[in-house]
């Protein structure tokens, strides 16, 4: 019994040899690995410029988004499941397309990329803005539906509603959360850690709730407003690739812009009634193949 256990106990021990050696060989192979793979980091970390504002040598952004084609209907909305929500909102509409004449709301534009003098706009880190970006839970609505935030700043989501919500931050790049906030609840703060464009939002109690939040590594971006204008300040003098992002049509439009040293540079968008009506999008099916997602929709020009 006891020669037995005590074999017992030296094959463990070799095992456990065994073990702990292939442990250590690997985490070798491991730590090479990562003194390669960190040795690139630190490199292209290094290789980021921090942006040192210089108002003499930016400029701004702004625009008008348009609508073109035949206004689409607004869909009604039923909000009885909740009594508070329903008497706030007698005549409840859905809100994925506004548009007021022939200007369209709700429009994230922002640079995607481009060039500063002869470097590259990627190549710059920008510090990001100590203000929070705050989404409010106002009427059983997301108050604003499209919101930008960059990278790293306070994002701050509070409610002003007499009843309770559920955040359901459906994030893909950065991390998800789905929190409930009840009538006068402390604001939930959070930061984004990654760009995400666009991070789809949505309230569990009332499943017509909906709000977008663009996450960019930088300042420049707007949100058109109810008359579809838009305006970046700021921006270095450069040449760039803009992005206009609508919920309908996440592939967006992309121009180029120019912007000198204190000058406004106009950039006007204008969307058409085929393109926000492409059978796209609740969240889901196109969101699943993320692959096919931007071939798929740029073909619906
Ligand atoms: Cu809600």
Known sequence: M??????????????????????????????????????????????????KPN???EGSIAGTVSFSGAVPEKVPISMTADAVCASANPDAHAEDIVVNGDKLANVLVYIKEGKVGDKNFGGFSFAPVAQAATLDQKGCHYVPHVIGVQVNQPFSVTNSDPTAHNVNVDARQNEKFNQGQSPGAAPINKTFKRAETVIPVKCNQHPWMRAYVGVLQHPFFAVSDASGKFEIKGVPAGTYTLVAW????????T?????GAGAPAASDFSFTAEQLKAENIEGGALRALPALEFPMLGMHH
């Open 255 to 259: 121009q180029t812009v120019t912007v």
């Open 55 to 57: 108002p003499a040598a």
């Open 2 to 51: 006891h020669s037995s256990r005590a074999r017992f106990l030296v094959a463990l021990f070799a095992a456990l040899c065994l073990l702990a050696f292939a442990v250590a060989c690997s985490r070798g192979v491991d730590d090479a690995e990562d003194a390669e793979s960190s040795g690139d980091d630190s490199a292209e970390v290094a290789s980021l410029t921090p942006y």
């Open 246 to 253: 609508h919920e309908k049509y996440p592939t967006g439009i």
